[in-house]
C-alpha cells in the first residue's frame, strides 16, 4: 500500500513539472509595410479591391528661439569703471526643427471594422498589456491610443491599425502573396 501511495505522489508530481512552451511568433516589423509620402498631402497608392490605405500625418516641430542682442556695448572710463551699462533687446524667431510628413500603409478596410473585430482588437491588445478599458468593441479614444502604443515599437507610430498589426495581433489572415 505504502510503494503504490509512493508511485502516485510521484506520477502526480511529475505532472506538475513545466512542460515544454511554446515560443513566442517574432514580433513584425511594422516599417516594412510603410511607404513614405513624396509630399505631406500626396494620396495613398491606389489599391487594388480589397486592398485599402490609411496615411499617418505626423506635425512638424517647431521650436521658439529667443536671444539677447545688444545694441549698445557698456562704456568705461580709463579706471575700468563702467559709465554707461550696456543695453539689449530680445530678438524672437522660429525655426522649423522636423518638417511635417506623412506615410502610407496598408490597413483592414473599414467594412471590416466591425463591432466584433474592434472586440477582438481590444481582447487582443487587452491579453499584451496594452488596452486597459473595458472591451466595447467601440474604436475609441482608449482603443487608439493601445493600437499607437502597440505599433510605435514595431516601427509605426500612429493610432490607425495597419494590416500587419493586425496579422501580428493574429486578427486576420496572412494571404500568401503577402509571404
Known amino acids: 500500500m505504502a510503494r503504490s501511495l509512493a508511485i502516485a ?3 502526480v508530481l ?3 513539472q513545466p512542460g515544454p512552451r511554446p515560443e513566442a511568433p517574432a514580433t513584425a516589423d511594422l516599417k516594412t509595410e510603410i511607404r513614405r509620402a ?3 498631402d500626396a494620396p495613398p497608392p491606389a489599391g487594388g479591391p480589397g486592398e485599402c490605405w490609411a496615411t499617418d500625418v505626423t506635425p512638424a516641430v517647431i521650436e ?3 536671444e539677447q542682442v545688444v545694441v549698445t556695448p557698456e562704456r568705461r572710463d580709463a579706471t575700468g569703471r563702467v559709465i554707461s551699462p550696456a543695453s539689449y533687446r ?3 524667431h522660429q525655426r522649423i526643427v522636423r518638417d511635417r510628413t506623412a506615410v502610407h500603409f ?4 473599414p467594412a471590416e471594422m466591425t463591432l ?6 481590444q481582447r487582443a491588445l487587452k491579453a499584451r498589456g496594452y488596452y486597459l478599458a473595458p472591451v466595447s468593441g467601440v474604436l475609441d479614444a482608449p482603443t487608439r491610443d493601445a493600437i499607437r502604443r502597440f505599433q510605435e515599437p514595431l516601427g509605426l507610430d500612429s493610432p490607425v491599425l495597419s494590416l500587419a498589426a493586425a496579422r501580428a495581433l493574429g486578427l486576420v489572415t496572412t494571404d ?3 509571404l
Open 90 to 92: 530680445s530678438d524672437t
Open 176 to 178: 500568401l502573396k503577402d
Open 14 to 16: 511529475a505532472g506538475c
Open 64 to 66: 521658439t528661439v529667443s
Open 106 to 109: 496598408r490597413t483592414p478596410c
Open 9 to 11: 505522489a510521484v506520477l
Open 38 to 40: 513624396a509630399t505631406p
Open 116 to 121: 466584433e473585430f474592434v472586440a477582438t482588437l
